[in-house]
């Protein structure tokens, strides 16, 4: 089922270690992720996304890890800045042929990380 | 790139009158564009999908004759709140995307208060 309207998870992170998110989608028919940073009173950014035929991309100091076995998605942050403090969102979607197909997001996590 | 502007940004409106919402891409052509509401701490749900020219899709318990969405043109959507109540009060993200490609673009988001 759609992973909406769920209370958020936390995660604490020191300032300088890594952070690593995890996410589980629901659709296994999904082939194509994204990972959003929201911040407070602000709308989703676009971080990094990966197609269902990689399962590993990185960006800067970000890397999402797929497998596709278990339907779990992961964003590692590394050296994890105050900046990152946020509440990061996996978000799944299934490439239709004629239409742009919705995206599903997952409940989000809650990142603080500690100066 | 791929900006994507809302405006309002923050809005108080009393009860049971409308209020439009404005959503705008600023650098590209949207195809389609998306309506999310969001609560405190929980995570993004989508309302109405819109693609240019043509009616919206509205998600299951979403009522249409409430929230009226527009896609009048590739840069503009809007999306009206209808004869608005205090439970309508919420955080109003749109997103942008151009067909071919799989990634949306968010909004700032608008915040809605009703009295």
């Known amino acids: 089922g759609e992973s909406v309207g769920l209370h958020l998870p936390t995660l604490s992170v020191q300032e300088g270690d890594n952070s690593i998110i995890n996410c589980a989608y629901s659709?296994?028919?999904?082939?194509?992720f994204i990972w959003y940073k929201q911040e407070s009173g602000k709308g989703p950014q676009f971080i990094i996304d990966?197609?269902?035929?990689?399962d590993k991309r990185q960006g800067q100091r970000v890397t999402v890890l797929l497998n596709k076995t278990v339907k779990h998605l992961s964003l590692q942050i590394a050296a994890t800045q105050p900046g990152d403090s946020a509440v990061y969102f996996c978000a799944e979607t299934w490439t239709g042929k004629t239409s742009y197909d919705k995206v599903i997001f997952g409940p989000g996590t809650s990142l603080s990380v500690i100066p | 790139g791929a900006v994507v502007s809302q405006h309002p940004s923050r809005v108080i409106c009393k009860s049971g009158t409308s209020v439009k919402i404005e959503c705008r891409s600023l650098?590209?052509?949207?195809?389609?564009m998306f309506w999310y509401r969001q609560f405190p701490k929980k995570s993004l749900m989508l309302m109405a999908t819109s693609n240019e020219g043509s009616k919206a899709t509205y998600e299951q318990g979403v009522e249409k004759d409430k929230f009226l969405i527009n896609h009048a043109s590739l840069t503009l959507s809007t999306l009206t709140v209808t004869s608005a109540h205090p439970e309508d009060s919420s955080f109003y993200i749109c997103s942008a995307a151009t067909r071919g490609q799989e990634t949306q673009y968010f909004g700032p988001g608008t915040r809605l208060l009703v009295l």
């Open positions: 650098d590209f052509q949207a195809t389609t």
């Open positions: 990966i197609r269902s035929n990689m």
């Open positions: 659709n296994s028919a999904s082939d194509y």
